[in-house]
Structure formats: structure tokens, C-alpha cells
């Protein structure tokens, strides 16, 4: 079962896959050793659109529809998660500035974003902050027409080249989000290398010491910095990690129908054992109904739904664990030859580690479901008192 695409969709689809084929998948290996990725790819998606995919027409950019944006990052996310982080945090950065910036800042900031000119990054998590995000320790002072900023973020994707941050700070008890160039004065960042997964993410560690703003540059109000801003942006970064998720594991079950093709065991190809059939048959299963999953957070997306933040999120839990699941077992298929890095399967394990603590732990995912999953339950049952309540007195 498949849901039915426009030829647009179609047309789009094609031509993520085919550049994922050629400039993405044969490299993407050779990235994660070098921990870097190229400028020169950086800024080949830049030219075809795909950065500024999100930004709306009337500002320079593609306007892709959700599905389309969807089916881009499952390609990404089947190539390279580490490519995929570029385009989460790009839409993160566009997303706070369409909903919550003024209209200076997006004709500002979005042709350019659009156009790739400027990349973007999301600074929100701290060496002492991760999942409770809405305690940043990251102080915000308003100062003679401009926020003075001290303290540091951690694990930014991106961050060794990004030239324009959504920073998150406190500013007297507030929340706040602002937009944070790279050359502003008391700004510096360190490569973080080493990493699991992600290796060619380019992550950093950001320093802000005394960085001078522009008062200009506050996105929504104070107070409005992580429960609003942060909270859209999370929302859009939660729907490109999910499709992300189903690219990844359809990544790592191609690898494994190929070589279960090809490789000889007692006598016999893999795909002829049962046990190996029982593997295949799990992941295939277990991708179809993430995509399913993808798909309806993407039609109601597209709707304006308010139902798609707990679709996204349920989304996201799902198919991040699929794809841990599904590279695990991936890597099994392969044996040893899995663990080698001459074998993409072991990236794409490595990679879906990652992807169930990004952009909200699995962990916070269940308490928001389970929550929200009780609220719906309370909500039925008043309404079935009402509803006795109001046949007894007819």
C-alpha cells in the first residue's frame, strides 16, 4: 500500500533519489571518516533548491509541500543522516523566522536562507541542558539597543560552518530566541569530532562570550523563546528526522536484500535461509508501517491540523526506533563484514543511535504520547457522562 502522488511528487521524487544515487551514496562512507562534510556538496544542494525547500516563494524560495519536503529527507536521510541534519536544522532555522519572526527579519533572512547563502543553525541544547530544554542556562542582558550574551551551547549540528544561530537564552526569567550571526563580536566555536554517529555533521560547541546582538534580532517577544519558537521548530525538526528515519532503515534493507543475494552460506545463497527471510520480513514490514505513519503526519501537515504536533511526534518515536531496529538487524545479516566500515549497514547502526535521541529523546516522546493519550481518554469519558447525562433528563 502506497499513498498516491502527484506527478509533481513523483517528478520530485525522482529527482532527490537520482542525486542521492549519484553524488551521495557512493561517498557518504569516505564523509563519515573524513568527519566533514564537503563545501562544494554543501553548496551543490544549495543550488538545486533543496536548503531553501521550506522558505515560500514570495520569499525566494521553493515551497515544497510537506509530502515533497518528506520525500526529499527520506532520500537524504537513505544517502547520508549526517547530510539530513543539515536540512533538519536549515528548516528549523526557517521555520522559527515564516512563524515567529517579524516581516523585516524574513525579508531579511529568508531569500537568503533560501538560497543557501546563508546556513543555518539551532542552538538550543547545553552542556548542562538537553532534554529539560526549557531550563537554559544561557543569560540574555538588554543593553544600550543590544542583548549581551554569555554562556555556551553544545552538539550543534552544522555548527562548524553555520553563519546565522537561533540561539535560546534567559533574559529575567524569559525565555528568549534570538538571531545570532557568526561574526558578531564574543562568538566562537570548537569542532566536536569523535561522535557515534552523525561523524560528518559537523558538529560544534558554541561560545558566547559577551556576543553582542542587535535588539532587532529577537524572534516573537520575551518569554515566547522556547515554548513557542523552540517549540515550532522542534515540531518541523521532529517531521524531517521521522522521514529521515524511513530513509535510513529503506537504506539499510536495500544493503541487506543485495547481500543476502550474494552471499553463499551452506551451500546456498543468505535470502534462501529462513532465518534470514524472518529478518527481511520484519524490516520490510516494520518500514511500511513507519511510512504510513510519515505519510498521514504529512497530510495533516499539509491541513494545518492542530492534531499533526502528536502525529509528528508519534511519527518520530516510531520510526526511530524502526531504524534502530532495522540497521541492528541489518548489521546481523551482514555478520562481520557488517561491522566493517567497507559496508554502509554499520553507518546507518550508528546513525539511528542517534536519531532516537535527536530533536526529543524516545524517551520524552513516550511521555508525551502516554500524556496525550490520557487526556484523549478523560476527554471520552466526560463526553459519555455527558451524553447519559443528557438522555436521562430527555
Same mark, same amino acid.
Given at each position: 500500500m502506497d499513498i498516491e502522488l502527484t506527478a509533481e511528487q513523483e517528478a520530485a521524487r525522482g529527482q532527490f533519489r537520482d542525486f542521492v544515487e549519484?553524488?551521495?551514496?557512493?561517498?557518504a562512507d569516505e564523509y563519515d571518516r573524513q568527519e566533514e562534510m564537503p563545501a562544494g556538496l554543501i553548496g551543490e544542494v544549495a543550488e538545486l533548491g533543496y536548503l531553501g525547500g521550506l522558505v515560500p516563494e514570495q520569499? #525566494? #524560495?521553493v515551497g515544497m509541500d510537506s509530502i515533497t519536503w518528506g520525500l526529499l529527507c527520506e532520500e537524504i536521510g537513505r544517502g547520508s543522516a549526517s547530510l539530513l541534519s543539515l536540512f533538519t536544522v536549515q528548516g528549523m532555522v526557517i521555520q522559527s523566522i515564516l512563524k515567529w519572526g517579524n516581516e523585516d527579519q524574513r525579508q531579511d533572512w529568508l531569500p537568503r536562507l533560501a538560497t543557501g547563502e546563508i546556513i543555518g543553525g539551532f542552538a538550543l541544547t547545553e552542556p548542562n541542558v538537553g532534554s529539560n530544554a526549557s531550563s537554559v542556562e544561557t543569560r540574555a542582558?538588554?543593553?544600550? #539597543?543590544?542583548?549581551r550574551l554569555h554562556g555556551q551551547k553544545r552538539w550543534i549540528s552544522f555548527g562548524q560552518?553555520?553563519?546565522l544561530f537561533v540561539v535560546f537564552a534567559q533574559s529575567e526569567g524569559k525565555s528568549v530566541a534570538l538571531l545570532v550571526e557568526r561574526d558578531c563580536q564574543g562568538f566562537s566555536t570548537k569542532p566536536i569530532t569523535g561522535m557515534l554517529g552523525f561523524r560528518?555533521?559537523?558538529?560544534?560547541d558554541i561560545f558566547l562570550d #559577551?556576543?553582542?546582538v542587535p535588539q532587532a534580532h529577537l524572534l516573537g517577544r520575551a518569554g515566547f523563546g522556547f515554548s513557542h519558537v523552540g517549540g515550532a521548530a522542534l515540531d518541523q525538526g521532529r517531521y524531517s528526522i521521522a522521514w529521515g528515519c524511513l530513509g535510513l532503515a529503506q537504506g539499510a534493507l536495500d544493503a541487506s536484500l543485495a547481500y543476502s543475494g550474494q552471499r553463499r552460506?551452506?551451500?546456498?545463497?543468505?535470502?534462501?535461509h529462513q532465518l534470514i527471510q524472518e529478518l527481511l520480513a520484519d524490516m520490510i514490514t516494520q518500514i511500511q508501517a513507519a511510512r504510513m505513519l510519515c505519510y498521514r503526519a504529512a497530510s495533516l501537515k499539509q491541513r494545518g491540523e492542530p492534531s499533526l504536533i502528536m502525529e509528528t511526534s508519534i511519527a518520530k518515536y516510531f520510526a526511530s526506533r524502526m531504524a534502530a531496529k532495522v540497521s541492528a538487524d541489518a548489521v546481523q545479516i551482514h555478520g562481520a563484514n557488517g561491522c566493517s566500515d567497507q559496508y554502509p549497514v554499520q553507518r546507518y547502526l550508528r546513525d539511528a543511535k542517534i536519531m532516537e535521541i535527536i530533536e526529543g529523546s524516545n524517551q520524552m516522546q513516550q511521555i508525551i504520547i502516554a500524556k496525550h493519550g490520557y487526556q484523549e481518554h478523560?476527554?471520552?469519558q466526560q463526553r459519555l457522562a455527558q451524553s447519559k447525562d443528557d438522555g436521562g433528563e430527555a
Amino acid at each position: 500500500m502506497d499513498i498516491e502522488l502527484t506527478a509533481e511528487q513523483e517528478a520530485a521524487r525522482g529527482q532527490f533519489r537520482d542525486f542521492v544515487e549519484r553524488r551521495l551514496m557512493p561517498y557518504a562512507d569516505e564523509y563519515d571518516r573524513q568527519e566533514e562534510m564537503p563545501a562544494g556538496l554543501i553548496g551543490e544542494v544549495a543550488e538545486l533548491g533543496y536548503l531553501g525547500g521550506l522558505v515560500p516563494e514570495q520569499y #525566494g #524560495g521553493v515551497g515544497m509541500d510537506s509530502i515533497t519536503w518528506g520525500l526529499l529527507c527520506e532520500e537524504i536521510g537513505r544517502g547520508s543522516a549526517s547530510l539530513l541534519s543539515l536540512f533538519t536544522v536549515q528548516g528549523m532555522v526557517i521555520q522559527s523566522i515564516l512563524k515567529w519572526g517579524n516581516e523585516d527579519q524574513r525579508q531579511d533572512w529568508l531569500p537568503r536562507l533560501a538560497t543557501g547563502e546563508i546556513i543555518g543553525g539551532f542552538a538550543l541544547t547545553e552542556p548542562n541542558v538537553g532534554s529539560n530544554a526549557s531550563s537554559v542556562e544561557t543569560r540574555a542582558t538588554l543593553i544600550d #539597543g543590544h542583548w549581551r550574551l554569555h554562556g555556551q551551547k553544545r552538539w550543534i549540528s552544522f555548527g562548524q560552518v553555520s553563519n546565522l544561530f537561533v540561539v535560546f537564552a534567559q533574559s529575567e526569567g524569559k525565555s528568549v530566541a534570538l538571531l545570532v550571526e557568526r561574526d558578531c563580536q564574543g562568538f566562537s566555536t570548537k569542532p566536536i569530532t569523535g561522535m557515534l554517529g552523525f561523524r560528518s555533521a559537523m558538529l560544534a560547541d558554541i561560545f558566547l562570550d #559577551g556576543c553582542k546582538v542587535p535588539q532587532a534580532h529577537l524572534l516573537g517577544r520575551a518569554g515566547f523563546g522556547f515554548s513557542h519558537v523552540g517549540g515550532a521548530a522542534l515540531d518541523q525538526g521532529r517531521y524531517s528526522i521521522a522521514w529521515g528515519c524511513l530513509g535510513l532503515a529503506q537504506g539499510a534493507l536495500d544493503a541487506s536484500l543485495a547481500y543476502s543475494g550474494q552471499r553463499r552460506q551452506f551451500g546456498k545463497p543468505l535470502k534462501e535461509h529462513q532465518l534470514i527471510q524472518e529478518l527481511l520480513a520484519d524490516m520490510i514490514t516494520q518500514i511500511q508501517a513507519a511510512r504510513m505513519l510519515c505519510y498521514r503526519a504529512a497530510s495533516l501537515k499539509q491541513r494545518g491540523e492542530p492534531s499533526l504536533i502528536m502525529e509528528t511526534s508519534i511519527a518520530k518515536y516510531f520510526a526511530s526506533r524502526m531504524a534502530a531496529k532495522v540497521s541492528a538487524d541489518a548489521v546481523q545479516i551482514h555478520g562481520a563484514n557488517g561491522c566493517s566500515d567497507q559496508y554502509p549497514v554499520q553507518r546507518y547502526l550508528r546513525d539511528a543511535k542517534i536519531m532516537e535521541i535527536i530533536e526529543g529523546s524516545n524517551q520524552m516522546q513516550q511521555i508525551i504520547i502516554a500524556k496525550h493519550g490520557y487526556q484523549e481518554h478523560a476527554v471520552k469519558q466526560q463526553r459519555l457522562a455527558q451524553s447519559k447525562d443528557d438522555g436521562g433528563e430527555a
